[in-house]
């Protein structure tokens, strides 16, 4: 190989470790997924506007917190990974962090009679969806 292509492959395989240091340094310092929500909550002068500050938990946490709610036996011959009566009130008091609500009230309110399937339902898998999305992974061109 010519001295002019070795200097030339050299410099492109320098630049290209310098591009994943890039890369790892920005994955590093990657904060977690937040999403914040609005909602309008029935009341008796009309509805009222609520926000809520959804945060990822981490994958251990989420994993632990799977853990410590095992589903029932009726859930077990169901397929159920988790408790969903005692998961869900759970991962939302980790993961709704503004207002912050304490466990005992979110399961309170899951068995509440007040709320609806839908309503519950659209809190949780916001707060389920948010630990388990991750960013786009957009594929590059002219690679198999």
Request: no cysteine; aromatic share 12%.
């Given at each position: 190989m010519p001295k002019d292509e070795t200097t030339v492959l050299e410099a492109r395989q320098e630049q290209a470790a310098a591009s994943r240091r890039a890369t790892?340094?920005?994955l590093k310092g990657k904060k977690r997924a937040q999403r914040e929500v609005l909602v309008e909550i029935p009341g008796e002068n009309g509805p009222e506007e609520a926000s809520f500050?959804?945060?990822a938990i981490s994958r251990k946490e989420y994993d632990a917190l799977i853990d410590d709610h095992p589903p029932t036996k009726a859930g077990v011959a169901r397929g159920d990974?988790?408790?969903?009566?005692?998961f869900a009130p759970a991962l939302l008091s980790k993961v709704i962090i503004e207002p912050k609500i304490a466990d005992e009230d979110w399961r309170d309110l899951w068995k509440s009679p007040d709320w609806s399937s839908g309503e519950l339902n659209g809190l949780f898998v916001t707060a389920a969806g948010l630990c388990n999305s991750g960013f786009e992974l957009v594929p590059t061109?002219?690679?198999?």
């Open positions: 790892l340094a920005l500050l959804f945060r990974v988790f408790n969903m009566d005692t061109t002219g690679t198999d």
